[in-house]
C-alpha cells in the first residue's frame, strides 16, 4: 500500500487538494475527497476503506464522519443524481459499501456490472486513486447537490 500512495496519480490527487490520507491502520484507510461547493454542504467528505487483499481484491468503502470517526448518517451522505446513488441512502449492506462497480462488496452481488461497466470495474491493475478519483469525479459533478 505505502507504493500505492507514494504513486504519482495519488500524489497528484493530493497535491491538487482532491484528496488526502487522514490515517492509515492497515487495512483500514480513512481518506478524505473534496466536494464541490453546495450551500450548507461539507467542503469534503470521508471514507473508511477497507484495503483487505488490496490490491488484488477491490476495496470497499463506507461514508465516513471524520469528526466522530464513525459511519455517516444518511441525512448527511451527498445528494445527486448519481453520487446519490453510489452514497445510497437505504439499507445497502449495513452501510458499509458504496453502490459502485469499484466497490468489493457491491461488485459480489452484481456480477453483470462487469460486462456493463469496465471502465468502472475494479481488476489488481487499479491502484487507490482509482477509487478516490471516482468519488472525487461524482462529488464534483454538476448533478452533486450538497447535503
Given at each position: 500500500m505505502s507504493a500505492?500512495?507514494?504513486?504519482?496519480?495519488?500524489?497528484?490527487?493530493?497535491?491538487?487538494?482532491r484528496w488526502r490520507l487522514v490515517k492509515l491502520e492497515w487495512p483500514i484507510?480513512?481518506?478524505?475527497?473534496?466536494?464541490?461547493?453546495?450551500?450548507?454542504?461539507?467542503?469534503?467528505?470521508?471514507?473508511?476503506?477497507?484495503?483487505?487483499?488490496?490490491?488484488q481484491q477491490a476495496p470497499t468503502s463506507a461514508p465516513w464522519d471524520l469528526d466522530l470517526d464513525a459511519a455517516l448518517p444518511p441525512a448527511q451522505r451527498p445528494k445527486g443524481d448519481r453520487v446519490g446513488k453510489v452514497f445510497y441512502n437505504g439499507n445497502w449492506d449495513e452501510d458499509l459499501a458504496l453502490?459502485?462497480?469499484?466497490?468489493?462488496?457491491?461488485?459480489?452481488g452484481h456480477a453483470t456490472w462487469r460486462d456493463r461497466h469496465p471502465e468502472d470495474v475494479w481488476?489488481?491493475?487499479?491502484?487507490i486513486a482509482f477509487l478516490l478519483g471516482r468519488v472525487h469525479e461524482l462529488l464534483n459533478a454538476d448533478d452533486y447537490a450538497g447535503i
Open positions: 500505492a500512495l507514494e504513486a504519482a496519480g495519488f500524489q497528484s490527487g493530493v497535491d491538487g487538494g484507510g480513512i481518506f478524505a475527497v473534496s466536494a464541490a461547493e453546495r450551500p450548507n454542504s461539507p467542503s469534503e467528505f470521508g471514507l473508511r476503506v477497507d484495503l483487505t487483499g488490496y490490491p453502490y459502485a462497480p469499484w466497490d468489493r462488496k457491491a461488485l459480489k481488476h489488481p491493475g487499479r491502484d
